[in-house]
């Protein structure tokens, strides 16, 4: 099975521009996470989609964060304008709803520079 | 709030050494803890992951890790390091409700000299 797709896999953007990052979770994985690293810290989650709807999104920093899951396929996090302290690594995760507990299947992470 | 903690941020061992990962939490309940791990350029990948029952767990890779309530931990553990093991390694603790979120300790760079 395919695993969990995140495009870019590198952005540098100046400040004040939008970025949209994507992920494409599993086929048929309802779950769908997205955390951020910020350099030097640990993985902090951020929001959680259960198909289209937003589970919890009580990590989100602000709201020049935007999350969608349109269909309940794929999933864009926009960055809009974006700030030098959002660089860092974003990852995507997936997983079957009940199968939270197994684990997630993360993506490989899109490493976003703001300069 | 459930907190972890990776009190090595880097770990230099020798190929064909023992390796042990440290990882303590902080959680009211029974944790439903893992580990994972980054290879450069890869994404995170499950190790092993401890719910309930006995308390030493077996992952891949040959890696294991043992659960210890007394102490808050769950330290990642190896007999044999392998080269190819160089790579950053992640405990999380499963958080929220259903446990549907996952808390990140800031991670474990592991170097291997030969």
């Known amino acids: 099975e395919a695993g969990v797709t995140q495009f870019p896999s590198h952005s540098v953007i100046e400040k004040g521009q939008t970025v949209t990052l994507r992920c494409d979770p599993i086929?048929?994985?309802?779950?769908l996470y997205w955390y951020r690293r910020v350099m030097g810290k640990e993985i902090k989650f951020l929001l959680h989609?259960?198909?289209?709807?937003?589970?919890?999104e009580s990590g989100m920093p602000n709201n020049r964060f935007l999350a969608e899951r349109t269909g309940g396929t794929y999933s864009t996090l926009k960055v809009q304008p974006a700030e030098l302290e959002d660089s860092g690594v974003y990852f995507c995760?997936?997983?079957?709803?009940?199968?939270?507990?197994?684990?997630?299947?993360f993506g490989s992470g899109t490493r976003l520079t703001v300069v | 709030a459930q907190s972890v903690t990776q009190p090595d941020i880097h770990i230099t061992v020798s190929e064909g050494a023992s390796l042990e990962l440290r990882c303590n939490y902080s959680?009211?309940?029974?944790?439903?803890l893992f580990w994972y791990v980054q290879s450069p350029g890869q994404g995170l990948q499950l190790l092993l992951k401890y719910f309930s029952g006995d308390t030493l767990v077996q992952g891949i890779k040959g890696f294991e890790a043992e659960f210890k309530r007394s102490q808050s931990s769950f330290n990642l553990r190896k007999p044999s390091v392998h080269w190819s093991d160089a790579a950053e390694y992640f405990c999380?603790?499963?958080?929220?409700?259903?446990?549907?979120?996952?808390?990140f300790g800031t991670g474990t760079r592991l170097l291997v000299s030969p």
């Open positions: 959680y009211g309940a029974t944790p439903y």
């Open positions: 086929s048929g994985h309802d779950n």
């Open positions: 999380a603790v499963g958080a929220g409700t259903g446990f549907q979120k996952l808390v």
């Open positions: 995760a997936s997983s079957q709803v009940g199968g939270e507990n197994r684990g997630y299947t």
């Open positions: 989609f259960v198909k289209e709807s937003k589970q919890d």
